[in-house]
């Protein structure tokens, strides 16, 4: 299968049928709507499920349901529906159950509006949910990407058996790019048979699985905690990914910036280019977990005077920003949030102010 | 009105009648449905209203509503409760409006178990719902704490127009102790008419009030943004709060700890001075704002070797303590999240093998 | 209190507070929604409480509690609405609780219209929930009626330990008419310690009242029918009433009808008889228990040649005109059905036509 | 394929599949879950579909939906969750959608028992739903009847675009019977092309087919009613289905009786017959519409003294058997309501005692 072009919504939706997740339950919200559209007509002709929740609260049980029983599953939402869905992904994560959110964020708090947002950052890396839990979080940044995360997003729900959240935006989710689909991410489900609740079906397995979230008695819980809090520590270990721009040259400062909002930092930093003005960039394409290292590394060169965060929220990732330059760089935020994108012009603007 | 002895439960049920708030709506669950059965008799006595909700979805939107119309109005619940009323909170947040919020905080994620924890610090400091917002989130560490916390939350709540949350654990909840309702915390509702929906009575107000969370001009919702992030700003400068403990010493370590925690380091601090063992400690009353610099101040000091963020979660608020020592002493999580509260032995055996 | 100019929902909603009922739970629809504005604000001024509930269904077993509780309780609704109800009408009625439902009947099935009809006749006298139950039904023909009839109807409920309910129309809740509140209507809810579950207040009672519907001992069911039974047959000897018009006259036929309908009846009976033919009617108050025998006896006048059951239904009514005449004369439905509520002319005509 | 032996419940599941019905929505209740539990395994197999509901309620409106759109769709449950459908059911009816609904009825009102019972006639026949509307109400009396019904029930919807009842009751689901599922039986879904909202297929239809039942116009509501009213009397001409026993006797009396019911009668006239005591006996099959005339035809045989009603209600079908008999002979009702059914010397001493 050669490049396609294809809306964003779309692609993600038909990635996630190369990833071999047939089973869907969601409720239309709009950016997201368009993924639900697609599938409802795809995955009836691949023999998949599509179940329209009655609420965004009913999806996130149906999730952990089909997620318990062994079955890969996901479901795409924005904002206020991933809010209705913190309970569920809490129990999800305690439980130890694979499974795959897609947020494609739209301006916030409330209601807010329906145009591209980052402002969900905090909720997915620090957990919407109650509880010491964390999910797994990937930004893509093109159309290409999101296809790329949502193949890899299933298996490695799986390795660590916890949810795994796509953050994309309203723009990713809309535009149009060519996308392909590798054969490399394509996977198998992993065996599920040694803790999924699939119907003790003696030819699988002889144990009785019991898939649950409550522990009364507090060394038991404790117990889950510390296996949740290793998974998390591995995470940390194996799974940071971030992609470096720019960042052989004598940068004088560095932006962190991811998704969407990070192409419009790398044409502002072309663009300063040419006018002699050197900026690196770290994108993180994992923010939880985040390229703390990275981000210090990169921060500390001897050129660079400054650290930008650069979001379309009001300074969230910034936090995750100073704790990575630890004070040896000022980190400064710059962002906008409401669905106006900054402008290459705004961003050039903001760091010759800085110089 | 002396001291009398309340169960924690009771005494903040009580506190919100002294503080004038006269609409409670709940939805049952351990370990907080005693502030529901103790409200249940009282309010009727005091001319309040108490109204069960069918689900705490339902719960976080009467909220709303009662706040809109310019109502003083309180709910509690725990952990899990508290994800779902996550999306109407964003809403709250938007659209500015003032309302308390209890979260006797049980053991987590999931269903998790009954017994005390703090493992909701993220959700309640980082945002369990979506898009840009904060809670301002008071952290009592005694009834006595918490009956004032809850007396102060709402002028607090209607100085800034926000929700302010109460973190507490089920310690706090079910432990009784004498308690006082100061009179200097008692407080008149704020003067509402200029942005409450309260029925345009036009001997109040000539204008027309609109309480909403939707802007779908960016423009207009970054404006609405803008706005949040002052006040969050505002609060940072005017209302973090923190209690200093034993640094007049020369302490080798800091301590920061918050809440029943903090009682047992307390006690740890006491019997490690009497071996000779001098520790610091830095109790956050506020957890939202958070006190980066009293803790920067207080890890700097000459004789201070190292900082331990000591909680019932498994490593959360130390993000925010890491924030706070930028790298310059190292920092370093102690905790255990259960429902059994790490004794003082275990934290002075922890520290003495941090020497 | 002389007479005023009341439409008739907002009557009804005052009628059911002279009658002493400080309990309303509702939810709005198209046409009764004006009892639920008029008592959003009357019930707080008296010191009773309005609840919206968050759908029907729900209503319906707000209902169930504070009747179980022996408080007097009511609500009104309309046909969908109704239909919502269905299963906790019988649930109250097997755990004979008393409480009052208004049905502001609107064109059906399904959504219909909202114009005034007849159409759940049976789903008000044969049971619209499962089981054998029956609820003691009364129809108003005027707002005055209506009044008096919601008056009534809670020691009536009372007396029987079970629902009544109002058929009213859309017209009787529509129209403006003088009305007074007999004073000798009112009552004092009847004495319920010794079966309410009203909270084991020692100074009331000493044993443990137990509200339920549950008996899973088909013995003890059996017997609970057969207790319901007895009840139904009293209703039969003790509460039917009707109204009979023109029955001196040597009719030729006679008319059953009901409600709004048998205004039309009586202006059409007046006109036919300047015209020098005379027709009876019965129009019964009670539709369950049905005057069987009043029909049966109007009906076998010597003159009467014809029954006519005359409904804004579509053959209902006319079953149980059937059991009365028990084929002594031939019976004949006339109606219409929708919101066009046939006019005097059309019964003129129809009547003609059948001499 | 040959006689099987079934159980009633699973009979029934695997008969609506006979008869090319692959959509099953139901949500469990005792004593039909066992319908639930055989098809969740079944459906997958014949490349069907079984979606749990959230609750009855839901599983009305899911009905609605599929039916709606074409296909052949089917519930099973019992008395409370027929109630909490009533409303669906009524705009079913409305929007002259087909659909199967089978209530294994248990012992009523309220959550009464989960034994046999035959409370449901009123609701079944009556409407349980508001609006002018009507059931075709199908009774079985053995299990092989029971899956007979089935098949036969997806045509007759079709044919008049009507909802279908099965009444069964608890002993019918429950029991185990060898079965056979009659070939000619089988049926294909009729052409719906010219009216389900089936997706606009420019192939099938180049019409906008809209499946409503809100009618604002009064006038288009009464048409709506009396199409409605057309199909239920050409139901009364062409569906009327009964069985009569021993009336080629000179029976001194005549029982109507239906359902397991029906069946301890026909013992009870055995025996009878052997004492020399001749019963009649008509079985509706349908009981609506209900076989008025051969009932009346059957009663008024001169050897006839009296007719019975002999069911397992307090006194529900005796309303359609005294319309039939039309007071040409004395009718009385005898039964027993909670799950103890009446066996056959019960029966047979009040036969004796009516002689």
């Known amino acids: ?10 692609a993600i939706g038909e990635a996630a049928i190369m990833a071999g997740c047939l089973n869907y339950f969601a409720y239309p919200i709009t950016p997201q709507s368009e993924v639900a559209e697609y599938l409802v007509k795809r995955m009836p002709e691949v023999g998949g499920v599509f179940l329209q929740g009655e609420s965004e609260v009913a999806v996130g049980y149906m ?30 994560a305690a439980a130890q159950c694979p499974a795959v959110f897609v947020n494609i964020v739209r301006g916030g708090p409330g209601l807010g509006g329906i145009l591209p947002s980052q402002a969900d950052y905090f909720q997915a890396t620090k957990g919407g949910g109650h509880g010491d839990y964390r ?15 949502v193949m890899m997003a299933f298996p490695l729900a799986e390795k660590y058996r916890n949810p795994v959240m796509i953050m994309g935006d309203g723009l990713i989710g809309q535009m149009m790019e060519p996308v392909e689909f590798p054969e490399h991410l394509k996977s198998e489900a992993s065996n599920k048979d040694d803790w999924a609740s699939n119907g003790m079906d003696t030819r699988k397995s002889d144990t009785r699985n019991l898939v649950k979230s409550l522990f009364l008695d507090p060394e038991a819980l404790n117990q889950n905690n510390l296996t949740l809090k290793a998974k998390y520590d591995r995470m940390k270990e194996e799974e940071v990914r971030y992609e470096a721009y720019n960042v052989d040259s004598d940068y ?4 962190v910036s991811y998704g969407t909002m990070s192409r419009v930092c790398r044409t502002a930093i072309d663009q300063l280019k040419e006018e002699g003005i050197e900026i690196g960039m770290i994108r993180p394409q994992t923010l939880f977990p985040f390229p703390l290292e990275a981000i210090r590394e990169a921060a500390v060169k001897e050129s660079c005077k400054r650290v930008f965060s650069i979001e379309m929220s009001m300074g969230q990732m910034v936090e995750d920003v100073e704790r990575s330059v630890l004070g040896k760089r000022p980190v400064e935020w710059f962002g906008k949030c409401g669905g106006d994108i900054p402008t290459p012009e705004e961003i050039i603007n903001f760091i010759k102010s800085r110089v």
Chains 1, 2, 3, 4 share one sequence.
Do not use: D, H, W
């Open 135 to 149: 999910l797994l979080v990937l930004a893509p940044a093109s159309v290409q990407e999101a296809v790329e995360m």
């Open 1 to 10: 299968m050669g490049k396609v072009l294809m809306k964003g919504n779309e």
């Open 252 to 255: 004088q400062m560095l932006i």
């Open 63 to 92: 999730i952990y349901g089909a997620s318990g029983c062994g079955e890969r599953v996901f479901t795409t939402s924005s904002s206020p529906g991933i809010s209705l869905m913190s309970e569920a992904i809490s129990y999800i």
